[in-house]
């Protein structure tokens, strides 16, 4: 008698959690779901205690932390921290407090302005938060690759983007002033996204770079932190053959207004967000 046939049970989903302080970890996600389609998401916004970047370093790893062991203990086998304030000041403290593997957005963006400029000693213009800036983290990263960094705060552009104003006036005046600034102090091969709502305005940066006369390569540091999480995966979707891998899905926590999370949420993500579960994480 001839031996049974193995079955071939599919592999399990991979479920991902990433963790924001609020809606920009979304263009994560957002750059996220072509890249592992098979994949289920689970989406932390921890609105309720934003902005992350006005808070001392132990409050901002405790609550991280918080939201890691939420992530964790919902399944997820590999977290994606999509906050810049988070990843710079407490991503030894999660890693230290989950078993799963942890990715942070500044590493995967400094790592793409590498790729862009080979030679050593290239230089970066990072605009940023002002917490991120003044954490000096990208220019760490970066100069740990023979890179430098000329970080630059850009406070205005937060509010702008959740207003809404994408692509106003206003906004590119704002732009203007900065960019006009930032290239009085360096000459950058590369403009460095360092917030994750800033992708939603890059069209508007790039075009102010070149009105201003820069040829910089603009790098988005949500993308480059997608594409760093698809590699450790080892999952590299085709997007020339049809897959038959599931869609990919993804649920949403707010620890505050779900309403205004599903309404600001759609837009960063740029799907709708039917639904959202609140969670309490305390003070």
Not at 31 to 58: C, E, F, M, N, W
Not at 68 to 86: E, H, K, M, S
Not at 115 to 125: F, N, S
Request: proline content about 8%; glycine content about 6%; hydrophobic content about 45%.
């Amino acid at each position: 008698m001839s031996a049974p046939t193995p079955s071939l049970a599919a592999p399990p989903r991979p479920i991902i959690g990433v963790f924001d302080s609020g809606f920009g970890g979304l263009t994560v996600l957002r750059a996220l779901l072509p890249r592992v389609p098979s994949a289920h998401y689970i989406y932390l916004g921890d609105t309720a205690r934003l902005p992350y970047g006005a808070k001392s370093q132990a409050t901002i790893a405790r609550y991280a932390v918080e939201s890691a062991r939420f992530l964790a203990d919902r399944g997820c086998n590999y977290l994606v921290i999509a906050c810049n304030t988070a990843t710079a000041l407490a991503l030894d403290d999660i890693r230290s407090a989950v078993t799963i593997p942890v990715l942070g957005v500044i590493e995967p963006g400094a790592l793409a302005a590498k790729r862009t400029i080979p030679e050593p000693g290239g230089d970066v213009l990072v605009l940023a938060t002002a917490a991120t800036v003044q954490s000096h983290a990208y220019r760490t990263a970066c100069a740990a690759l023979g890179l430098r960094a000329t970080e630059v705060a850009c406070p205005l552009l937060v509010p702008l983007v959740e207003e809404g104003w994408t692509d106003h006036p206003v906004t590119r005046d704002v732009l203007s002033i900065y960019l006009t600034e930032a290239l009085t102090r360096c000459a950058p091969q590369a403009v460095l996204l360092g917030c994750t709502h800033y992708p939603l305005i890059a069209d508007a940066i790039e075009q102010t770079l070149r009105s201003l006369g820069s040829t910089a390569i603009l790098i988005d540091s949500a993308d480059a932190t997608a594409a760093a999480a698809t590699a450790a995966l080892g999952h590299i979707p085709s997007r020339d053959t049809p897959t038959t891998e599931p869609p990919p899905t993804f649920e949403c926590f707010a620890t505050d207004s779900v309403e205004k999370f599903k309404r600001m949420g759609s837009f960063f993500l740029r799907r709708p967000i039917d639904h959202v579960h609140h969670l309490d994480l305390g003070g």
